[in-house]
């Protein structure tokens, strides 16, 4: 068994593989949803456990776990660790878009990214609302870029129902002109569509993505749902992570963001580290 020193040291070498040369200015992280259930008991502990794995930039914000602002990000500061992305919402860059650029700014973060855009669940999502999310994603994104923070959006899926001759994720992305996508490649597989492809598609549209494995044998939905213990270590399931990185690396996209909401989160993440550090650089 390895004695902890170790252990960390293995994660530092497989973090440093995946960064590879500073001229490619990659980076790995965590989406600190991942990590929520230690949050709620404890955030220095759970962020001086994201250092011990050697990653450095994180992503989330949207929830504090009951401590004061300052308090929260003075333990991330504490920690060496940099929030990138702050978590948003369509209602609130819709309603309060000012707010978003406030938080952004307070954190450091260059990102915001909001995760969901509101339908009728038994309706299902339509044009109507690929049009009303393209109209507050260019009304916002702009405000944002003005304030130097690019707004992501993260589709769960439902965004790959049929329209015309290609799925609902199409009109999403040429409407949208004043912000960029970011890639969670379990909801895209989970939708029914290639991650690999679907960043061929579209190259230079998503800023970050979501490394995220899912076990084999899951079906597949449109309905943004899946069950959180299909959530696999990256490469034990059917996403095909490995090609998803080859090109993400090949369109220099920098920042990839582990998530893993399962229960096995906390042996998952350290084993998903060493995989990464394992994939050939091009």
């Known amino acids: ?11 530092m070498a497989a973090v440093m593989m995946l960064v590879g040369a500073a001229a490619q200015a990659e980076e790995l992280g965590i989406q600190l949803y991942s990590l929520r259930n230690q949050l709620a008991e404890d955030v220095p ?21 009951g401590l004061p602002v300052d308090e929260y ?11 990138v992305s702050v978590d948003t919402s369509f209602d609130e860059l819709r309603d309060n878009p000012i707010a978003v650029v406030y938080k952004a700014r307070y954190f450091g973060a260059e990102f915001a990214t909001f995760y969901w855009i509101p339908h009728d669940a038994d309706k299902g999502f339509t044009i109507d609302d690929v049009n009303a999310a ?27 129902l049929p329209w015309e001759d290609g799925t609902l994720i199409d009109p999403l ?21 290639d991650p690999v492809a679907l960043l061929k598609k579209y190259p230079g549209r998503f800023t970050s993505l979501h490394l995220k494995d899912r076990e084999h044998g899951t079906p597949n939905s449109t309905n943004g749902r899946a069950d959180d213990e299909t959530n696999v270590t990256l490469g034990d399931g059917d996403v095909g992570i490995a090609a998803v990185v080859a090109e993400a690396r090949r369109q220099g996209i920098r920042y990839f963001f582990i998530e893993d909401e399962s229960s096995r989160v906390m042996r998952q993440v350290p084993a998903s580290i060493e995989y990464l550090g394992t994939l050939p650089r091009n």
């Open 134 to 160: 393209v109209k507050v994603m260019n009304e916002a994104g702009k405000l944002l870029k003005a304030n130097g923070i690019t707004l992501q959006y993260h589709p769960h899926g439902f965004e790959f």
């Open 173 to 193: 992305i040429t409407g949208v002109t004043e912000a960029q996508f970011q890639m969670d490649v379990f909801w895209v597989k989970q939708g029914g569509m």
């Open 73 to 83: 990000r003075d333990a991330l500061e504490e920690n060496g660790l940099e929030l």
């Open 45 to 65: 502990t759970t962020f001086a456990q994201v250092q011990d794995w050697g990653l450095e930039v994180v992503e989330g914000g949207g929830a504090l776990y």
């Open 1 to 11: 068994m390895s004695q902890p020193g170790n252990k960390r040291a293995l994660l």
